[in-house]
């Protein structure tokens, strides 16, 4: 079993920084493959990047790639979105995931993920 809880989101101008939390408890986080999603009001939660057990291998949707780093502390059970050059389409409630135990790589869709945050929002000012 694995609790997630986000933070760091806020408001900030178009062309900011912000970087997301993801505090996980749980014995298990080291053995999961993590991931972030977003959902913008009035459409569907997305994926935005994903991470594999020990940060080796990522991913990212096009729309964030060159913008947005996702890293992982496995000693710190946390994970990390690290937001630069953001814009107002990237305004959300973004969410930490963890796929089961056991799962190597991340995944681009959300059923994959057993694991939840309960989001943190982020504002992008034009």
């Known amino acids: 079993q694995v609790q997630l809880v986000e933070s760091g989101g806020g408001l900030v101008q178009a062309g900011g920084s912000l970087r997301l939390s993801c505090a996980a408890s749980?014995?298990?986080?080291?053995?999961?493959?993590m991931g972030w999603f977003r959902q913008a009001p009035g459409k569907s939660r997305e994926f935005v990047a994903a991470?594999?057990?020990?940060?080796?291998?990522?991913f990212y949707a096009d729309s964030v790639k060159g913008r947005f780093t996702i890293s992982r502390d496995n000693a710190k059970n946390t994970l990390y979105l690290q937001m630069n050059s953001l814009k107002p389409e990237d305004t959300a409630v973004y969410y930490c995931a963890a796929r089961g135990e056991g799962h190597y790589s991340g995944s681009y869709y959300q059923n994959e993920y057993d694991y939840w945050g309960q989001g943190t929002q982020v504002t992008v000012s034009s």
């Open positions: 749980g014995r298990t986080f080291s053995r999961c493959a």
């Open positions: 991470v594999s057990w020990i940060g080796g291998s990522t």
